[in-house]
């Protein structure tokens, strides 16, 4: 018989974890650090839970869901449910933070893009030895947790599909399912009523076979003699094919993303949804008037009120922003502002179903190209470097001293001048450091940003940022995406003044250091009244300025990172070549002011990049450095078409792993094993600010010496 449980009227499918204060991020440094016990890092976990529990309740929310929160990633939790623990971390003194970070001896797992988010997750490692065993730990514990302070709770976790697919693996499906089983049945003994499983793969084109895994899978779970009522969540898309799959199982509940996809027109007449109408990925107000149509236009036997994902991807409150201009804050909402459009969505009055209100867009705007010499040409204009050209991908760690500086000109304790001299003497400090390393082509190393991002936003117009808008990217790092409210335009340079100092302190090239236009728009929170495809245009015309600025101050080689590239495209295929087609457009609609003898340079990284690797050759950027290391050289068996340079990384700069130089030389012969020896440039995965100066030396020193010995048989 299956589970007669109502499913409450209002939810959100997870919740941000990092502490409206960023308590845990500061948790987990301290223990990383050795500063404190893993007995404390835990307390402030359960303080943080607690204060979730307690803000969402005390908001009007009655669902609440657990196991949302994790130390550092939920995919990785879910590995370590199901006992995917590789062997060779049993026995590291912290296996947990071993897989999620590595330790002296052994590399960590490979980390990625969660589907078309800036949060990244744990790669799960699953080969044929893998042995899949329930440790049911976390989510029973939470669910204890939560009920001694009287709060019931729905355990969400990675369902089945998704978890396997992401690790590459789903021809495990058969021996998966017997520990989620046996969670769902230790669920059902705790007393639980729901659980939610999160299936967001289920939102890609998935193939027939796929899709027949998804059928058995729900089918074998719905078959649990005594176990929870089972809500199947599907965010970030339209479940397409397989919502009709999923409809045929015993599935008690779906969950359906109502902004990103469209109201159904399967029959749910069987099932509960969930329907997300609070949108868990911008930071507008909902439309009342959309979200009450979308709901009332759903058949199902009973329809609930839900954000479209987790809200992880959205800072805590606006609470914490006095210092946004009011009439802007009026149409915000952060996490706690959205918890309250959904309780108050569900106590609305329904209207009878009619049409959804279109949100109507103005049409797109029209773009000339100016097209630069071809690449031989440019190639032969430009400097002239040693073979295997050193370099490094633009940040040097980020000092507390620096961060500390950047906050006292906030508080106005310390003059902007006295500040900016700190940023110099950085600078020539990063300098030094380059040369005395023996990298051939320098940077300045970006001290003067907080973020990639959010610096460009500050100095153009047409942005807001925030003060707390934290928002977790991975483990303890976080961003604060800014807001894209209005028409973006460069009132004045942004980095010639710090490029050129640089490029005064040295007679070795400096590289001029920007972020491109689909970045900055992919890692903010973007206007929804403009197709996507116009805001990037505004910002690439930003950047063209900044590149034609910094040319005529000097600069020959100039670095327009694109590692959003692969972020933004499109979960379904029929979608992607129309965005990959605007999405190069407006590169090099920001580079292609630039002469041929100035050198251009792009950077991605973390992104499964051999999947649009045309698309990257389409930049027609002089040279591309790209993520490598991390993920064992995979992507070198992708480039050999690839017509220009490029540096696979090296060295892994997510991880405080020192690199070998043995290991470095092993990465390196396989790059010119795989690519014209000409063509290749050394350098890391990604930028540096996340490591320190000790790291740093040593990892570059190794890269150095290794690039040496492969220079010595040219
Ligand atoms: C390259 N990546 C980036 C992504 N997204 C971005 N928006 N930016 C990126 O660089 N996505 C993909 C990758 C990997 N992701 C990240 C994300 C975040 C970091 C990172 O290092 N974040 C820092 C915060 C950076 C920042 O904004 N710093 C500010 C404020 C610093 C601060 O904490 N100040 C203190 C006060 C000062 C003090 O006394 O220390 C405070 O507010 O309490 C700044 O520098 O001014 C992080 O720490 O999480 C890396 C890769
Ligand atoms: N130039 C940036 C790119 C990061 S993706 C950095 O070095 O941090
Ligand atoms: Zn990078």
């Not at 609440?64 to 623990?85: C, I, M």
């Not at 809500?231 to 969950?255: R, W």
């Not at 201009?325 to 609305?348: G, M, N, Q, S, T």
């Not at 109507?360 to 690449?375: C, D, F, H, N």
Request: hydrophobic share 45%; net charge negative; proline share 7%.
């Amino acid at each position: 018989m299956s589970p007669t449980a109502v499913f409450p009227a209002s939810t959100v499918l997870g919740y941000p974890r990092i502490g409206p204060r960023r308590e845990l991020k500061r948790a987990l440094e301290s223990y990383w650090a050795g500063r404190s016990t893993r007995a404390e890092l835990d307390r402030v976990g359960a303080e943080l839970r607690e204060r979730t529990w307690r803000r969402l309740a005390e908001l009007g929310l009655d669902g609440l869901p657990s196991n949302t929160f994790s130390l550092y990633d939920h995919v990785l939790d879910t590995a370590v449910l199901l006992g995917a623990v590789p062997k060779r971390y049993r026995d590291a003194a912290d296996p947990y933070f071993a897989m999620a970070r590595g330790t002296e001896e052994l590399a960590p797992l490979r980390m990625t893009k969660w589907f078309d988010t800036n949060y990244h997750y744990i790669v799960p490692e699953i080969g044929p030895e893998t042995v899949f065993e329930l440790d049911a730990a976390k989510p029973l514990g939470e669910v204890r947790e939560a009920r001694a302070l009287g709060y019931e709770t729905r355990p969400v976790v990675v369902g089945p599909v998704t978890f396997l697919l992401l690790g590459g693996a789903l021809d495990r499906l058969d021996d998966v399912l017997g520990p989620y089983e046996e969670l769902l049945a230790a669920l059902a003994a705790e007393g639980v009523a729901w659980v939610q499983l999160d299936e967001p793969a289920l939102v890609g084109d998935r193939t027939p076979e796929e899709l027949d895994a998804v059928r058995r899978a729900y089918e074998r779970l719905g078959a649990v003699t005594a176990r929870p009522a089972l809500l199947v969540a599907a965010p970030y898309g339209d479940l397409g094919e397989a919502l009709p799959v999923l409809a045929g199982t015993p599935v008690e509940a779906v969950g359906l993303d109502l902004v990103r996809g469209g109201v159904p027109a399967v029959d749910l007449t069987s099932k509960t949804v969930v329907a997300g109408v609070v949108s868990g990925r911008d930071v507008w107000r909902t439309s009342q008037e959309r979200a009450l149509a979308a709901l009332a236009a759903v058949r199902a036997s009973r329809v609930t009120v839900s954000t479209s994902c987790s809200l992880l991807h959205v800072p805590y409150t606006l609470a914490a922003e006095p210092g946004l201009d009011p009439a802007l804050k009026e149409r915000l909402a952060f996490a706690e502002e959205k918890v309250a459009e959904v309780v108050a969505l569900a106590a609305a009055d329904r209207p009878a179903a009619g049409r959804i209100p279109e949100v109507s867009v103005p049409p797109a705007a029209p773009v000339a190209l100016e097209e630069r010499g071809p690449y031989a040409v440019r190639a032969a204009a430009q400097l002239t470097l040693p073979p295997l050209p050193t370099t490094t991908i633009g940040s040097f760690p980020q000092t507390g001293e620096l961060r500390a500086a950047r906050a006292a000109v906030l508080a106005g304790t310390l003059p902007q001048a006295d500040y900016e001299q700190r940023v110099e003497a950085e600078i020539e400090r990063v300098i030094r450091l380059q040369e005395r390393l023996g990298l051939d082509v320098l940077v300045h190393g970006e001290p003067e940003r907080n973020d990639m991002v959010q610096y460009f936003a500050e100095h153009l117009d047409g942005f807001a940022v925030t003060g707390n808008g934290w928002v977790q990217s991975y483990g303890s790092r976080c961003t604060r995406p800014p807001i894209l409210h209005g028409d973006v335009a460069r009132p004045a340079p942004i980095t010639v003044r710090w490029a050129t100092y640089a490029q005064s302190l040295t007679d070795r090239p400096v590289k001029g250091m920007l972020t491109g236009p689909v970045t900055i728009v992919a890692w903010s929170f973007v206007r929804d009244d403009l197709p996507l495809r116009d805001v990037v245009f505004q910002v690439a015309d930003a950047i063209r300025d900044e590149v034609r600025d910094l040319e005529a101050a000097g600069v020959r080689i100039i670095q327009v990172d694109e590692p959003a590239l692969r972020e933004l495209l499109p979960l379904r295929r029929a979608a992607q070549s129309d965005y990959l087609e605007w999405a190069v457009a407006a590169y090099r609609r920001a580079t292609s002011g630039a002469s041929d003898h100035t050198q251009i340079h792009t950077h991605l990284c973390y992104s499964d990049a051999d999947q649009i690797l045309a698309a990257i050759d389409g930049l027609d950027a002089d040279v591309t450095t790209i993520e490598s290391a991390r993920s064992g050289g995979r992507i070198l068996g992708s480039v050999p078409g690839f017509g220009r340079g490029l540096g696979p990384g090296v060295y892994d700069i997510h991880s405080p792993r020192v690199p070998a130089v043995d290991e470095v030389e092993a990465l390196l012969r396989r790059t010119v094993e795989a690519l014209p020896v000409e063509r290749v440039w050394v350098n890391p995965d990604c930028g540096l600010k996340t490591r320190t100066y000790e790291e740093v030396e040593a990892s570059l020193t190794n890269v150095i010496t290794a690039t040496r010995r492969l220079r010595a048989e040219l």
